[in-house]
């Protein structure tokens, strides 16, 4: 595994264990998937209309097209914001939240040399709260950024492609709520 690579896991695994930290409020992990790759999450409510994602997720997307390329890694934390909340026929809480958010990586851009990609990150989607502590999601995040790789001795820097593209396809999650 890179250093790179290496160095973006422990910033997030400090990030999650300074969020831990912090103020006693509803906290949540788990995990997801989209096309491009597994994730897995963390979640912590800052308040009633407010909570944080942090996630850092196996970027695959490039290794199903090629799979002679190897696969990347990013974390990523995004704010979100409740924008309306509702009970469900059976009593189940459902809300739809949006927010920004950054992120940055290691990966295949398409068609692309692996090299760091970085950007803003957007999220939107819709979440049921069950009973027994467990909440499905379904949501879209667009990366708007950039992808460097080293070509020739000189910095190649071009938007990051993967990130739109995979803004089209639904990301569906599962955590546990604690």
């Known amino acids: 595994m890179p250093k790179a690579s290496i160095r973006i896991i422990l910033i997030f695994i400090t990030a999650c264990a300074s969020l831990h930290h912090a103020d006693a409020q509803s906290k949540a992990a788990g995990g997801s998937f989209s096309f491009n790759g597994p994730a ?7 308040d009633s209309g407010c909570f944080l994602n942090a996630d850092i997720r196996a970027e695959l997307g490039n290794h199903f097209i090629d ?21 469900s026929d059976n009593g189940n809480p459902v809300r739809i939240f949006a927010g920004p958010g950054i992120t940055a990586g290691m990966a295949h851009d398409l068609h692309k040399e692996y090299g760091c990609f970085f950007g803003l990150k957007g999220r939107i989607g819709m979440e049921c ?4 502590n467990i909440a499905i999601s379904l949501s879209f995040s667009p990366i708007l950024g950039m992808h460097m790789t080293l070509k020739d001795d000189y910095l190649v820097m071009k938007y990051y492609r993967n990130g739109l593209i995979g803004s089209a396809i639904p990301e569906i999650g599962i955590k546990y709520l604690f």
């Open 129 to 132: 709260l069950f009973s027994r």
């Open 40 to 46: 897995i999450s963390y979640e912590h409510n800052l």
């Open 67 to 87: 799979s002679d390329r190897k696969p990347g890694v990013s974390v990523s934390l995004v704010s979100n914001f409740i924008l309306k909340e509702w009970k």
